[in-house]
């Protein structure tokens, strides 16, 4: 079965990583959503909220989808999970410095796991969870941006 992990900090998860998702499973017959579980990056929401919201999020009541969290190395967690495909979204030019460097430094730890990039939809090729937080927390509309649910929780979060 073709299986990827498609890892992230999704602090919140976006219709854009949704659209990820979406388009991913055009190639592959099972997606693990791995949310980073990383205590100095000090995120927003918790990991349980972010697995929540992530979870009330998904297609298709999340057929083929599963979403878990990882800490340490993604690598590690491939192999442990078994899987060799990691999935990366890419939006715009500026993305691609990053990922090309996380790619190769995974490729160097492990080079069994590959990873595979697919290309935002237009539509969402500037959304990330920084300026949808950014946005909220300035009374921003994002509700084409984010799922309903996230963007309710934002609004808890940032009240005005
Ligand atoms: O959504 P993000 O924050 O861009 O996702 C980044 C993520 C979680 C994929 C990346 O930081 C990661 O894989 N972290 C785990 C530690 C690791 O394996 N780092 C790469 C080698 S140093």
């Known amino acids: 079965m073709a299986v990827a992990i498609y890892p ?15 388009n991913g499973l ?13 205590p ?9 909220e972010r697995i929540a919201l992530i979870e009330a999020s998904l297609p298709n009541g999340g057929a083929n989808i599963e ?6 190395l993604l690598v590690d967690y491939a192999r442990k999970r078994g899987v060799r495909v990691v999935l990366r979204g890419l939006r715009a030019v500026a993305d691609f ?8 430094v995974n ?27 950014e946005a909220a927390r300035l009374g921003g509309d ?3 941006l984010v799922p309903p649910v996230v963007g309710v929780k934002l609004k808890e979060v940032y009240p005005r």
Request: net charge negative; no cysteine.
């Open 142 to 144: 994002i509700s084409k």
């Open 40 to 48: 100095t990056k000090s995120p927003l929401l918790s990991v349980a």
């Open 107 to 133: 490729r160097h730890l492990n080079e069994s796991v590959e990873t595979v990039f697919i290309m935002a939809q237009d539509a969402y090729f500037y959304v990330s969870s920084n300026v949808v937080k």
């Open 8 to 22: 992230g900090s999704f602090d919140p998860i976006t219709n854009g990583h949704l659209s990820i998702v979406r």
């Open 26 to 38: 055009v190639a592959f017959e099972r997606i693990i959503i791995a949310v980073l579980n990383h």
């Open 67 to 72: 979403v878990d969290t990882f800490d340490g």
């Open 97 to 104: 410095e990053y990922e090309l460097q996380m790619a190769n």
